[in-house]
């Protein structure tokens, strides 16, 4: 089985920074894609940062310019370095990765989620 398991989050205060990494375990072949997506209370969950397994970044308008995310020195950890936040990067924050296993096609695996509270 694959699992994501993040780590990170909490409260911090606006225009503070927040780190969060993000592991995948178990039998993995190739992973593909691995990002970062956000759903705040009310609305729909969308997708923050994105990097592929050659280093191509993607970035959400919203984020662009405060929030980086990078591969770890292991390639199946993935971080996001989260700088100037503010009140409205209020969410939960999930770890996706698309993923061939061992064992099966490559599909689209989730982590729990994580909780970023920004207050003002």
């Known amino acids: 089985q694959v699992q994501l398991v993040e780590s990170g989050g909490g409260l911090v205060q606006a225009g503070g ?10 039998s993995i072949y190739r992973i593909n894609f691995m990002g970062w997506y956000r759903q705040a209370p009310g609305k729909q969950r969308e997708l923050v940062a994105g ?3 050659g280093g ?3 970035y959400a308008d919203s984020v662009k310019g405060r929030f980086t995310i990078s591969r770890g020195n ?3 950890t993935v971080h996001l370095q989260m700088n100037s ?3 409205d990067d209020t969410a939960v924050y999930y770890c996706a990765a698309d993923i061939f296993a061992v064992t099966g096609p490559a599909r689209a695996y989730w982590g729990q989620g994580t909780q970023v509270t920004v207050s003002s």
Request: aromatic share 0%; charged share 15%.
């Open 51 to 53: 990097i592929s397994s």
């Open 85 to 87: 936040l503010k009140p």
């Open 17 to 26: 920074s927040l780190r969060l990494s993000c592991a995948a375990s178990g």
């Open 56 to 58: 191509s970044t993607n």
């Open 74 to 76: 292991a390639k199946n």
